[in-house]
């Protein structure tokens, strides 16, 4: 089982920054394919960004593409979500997702064996 718990969201100003972490815990963190999803009021949970098990390889929604960084610090099982120049669009609850040596499919909230409980992100214009 992997334990993950996502904090940093928050109500920020359109243009403004926030940056998410999601904390694991019960597994060898190195291990797992991270993703960051989002879900609006009204809508499907759609893919924001995800970085490979080994940290060489990031992917991007193209709408967040440029304006958003998933990273990862292995050594406190640790992914973050580094969000600048928001938009009232990027309102959401965010969740941050695990699978073990996840490849290719990371888009797809299927893929994922793991969530976090969200945190929400909310953007005023």
């Known amino acids: 089982q992997v334990q993950l718990v996502e904090s940093g969201g928050g109500l920020v100003q359109a243009g403004g920054s926030l940056r998410l972490s999601c904390a694991a815990s019960?597994?060898?963190?190195?291990?797992?394919?991270m993703g960051w999803f989002r879900q609006a009021p009204g809508k499907e949970r759609e893919f924001v960004a995800a970085?490979?098990?080994?940290?060489?390889?990031?992917y991007y929604a193209d709408s967040v593409k440029g304006r958003f960084t998933i990273s990862r610090e292995n050594a406190k099982n640790t992914v973050y979500l580094q969000m600048n120049s928001l938009k009232p669009e990027d309102t959401a609850v965010y969740y941050c997702?695990?699978?073990?040596?996840?490849?290719?499919?990371?888009?797809?909230?299927?893929?994922?064996?793991?969530w976090g409980q969200g945190t929400q992100v909310t953007v005023s214009s």
């Open positions: 997702a695990a699978d073990r040596f996840l490849e290719f499919t990371f888009k797809s909230p299927d893929a994922y064996d793991y």
């Open positions: 019960g597994r060898t963190f190195s291990d797992y394919t």
């Open positions: 970085i490979r098990w080994s940290g060489d390889r990031t």
